[in-house]
């Protein structure tokens, strides 16, 4: 009922009277490009707010990420004060500020449109990322055990699983109570590699797993953002892998993360390096 559009009839090349007859033909000639006109309109709109969408969740992920790199460079600025003289807190400082920015890149690069993920050929060192994480860590009233029995790589990228356990790991600090120890082991299954977070903590409901752990913009946190679970598996499962949840209120909880092993190994790799 209103106007997208109008037609200029030519000057035809032979007298003619233009009647009712040829006002109709022209008129359904009209409704009918307008109606391809409108579903054109109406497909771009579509795959406009398909992009947003896309864009937002991107943008939601990357702002859950910067929390963790905030958090992290904070606690570096509160040990200033405490460590700033000695040469080995300098050492680490540079080194954690340029990890931040290198991090902050990525997160600003994975913003950029059209930009294609990898991550079912990328592969890393799951035993390099979990030692890079607990570093990085307060670490303040809860220590962490590492068991490591698997020497393969993950096939996944290093930044997707550095925000997988990043979050996941400091759930289970925040979770766990001063004295508490939070285990992390690194195995191998069936052509899998599997990493478990182990905490003492509350625990969860198998009913809060099931209806709000995955759910986005939910949050128990008072400063949570309600989207690190939500992606941790999405991120997992973009990578062919499985996240597994097992918890009981009181009992604490345990996390497993399932991903593709790679046929190389952390030597061959190395090797690799060092040949090139």
């Known amino acids: 009922d209103h106007l997208i559009g109008f037609m200029v009839i030519a000057r035809p090349r032979a007298p003619t009277t233009l009647n009712w007859e040829t006002s109709e ?4 000639i009209g409704q009918q490009v307008a109606s391809y006109l409108a579903e054109e309109r ?21 702002a859950h990420d910067i929390k963790n790199i905030a958090g992290q460079l904070a606690m ?4 200033m004060s405490r460590f700033g003289d000695q040469p080995e807190f300098r ?17 600003l690069d994975k913003l950029r449109p059209n930009k294609q993920e990898i991550d079912t050929i990328a592969t890393c060192d799951p035993a390099m990322v979990i030692e890079e994480i607990i570093e990085k860590l307060d670490r303040t009233g809860v220590s962490f055990q590492t ?9 996944i990228s290093q930044s997707n699983l550095s925000a997988i356990l990043t979050h996941i790991i400091t759930n289970a600090k925040e979770a766990s109570a001063p004295g508490d120890e939070v285990t992390i ?19 969860m409901s198998p009913d809060f ?15 949570g ?48 390096v060092d040949a090139r």
């Open 209 to 223: 797993v099931r209806n709000e752990l995955f759910v986005p913009l939910r949050s128990t946190k008072i400063n």
């Open 91 to 107: 050492n680490d400082l540079v080194r954690g500020m340029k990890s931040s920015i290198a991090k902050l890149q990525d997160l």
């Open 225 to 272: 953002h309600g989207i690190g679970a939500y992606q941790a598996r999405n991120l997992v499962r973009a990578a062919k892998g499985e996240l597994e949840v097992t918890s009981a209120v009181g009992r604490g909880t345990t996390i497993r993360i399932l991903l593709p092993q790679s046929d190389v190994t952390v030597a061959e790799s190395l090797d690799a």
């Open 76 to 79: 570096i600025v509160a040990n």
């Open 25 to 28: 033909l022209l008129l359904a």
């Open 147 to 155: 068991e490591t029995q698997c020497s393969s790589l993950a096939c």
């Open 185 to 203: 082991r690194l195995g191998g299954r069936g052509g899998r590699v599997v990493i478990e977070v182990m905490d003492h903590g509350c625990g």
């Open 42 to 62: 109406a497909t771009q709109e579509l795959l406009d707010s398909k992009s947003l969408i896309e864009y937002s969740t991107k943008f939601s992920f990357v």
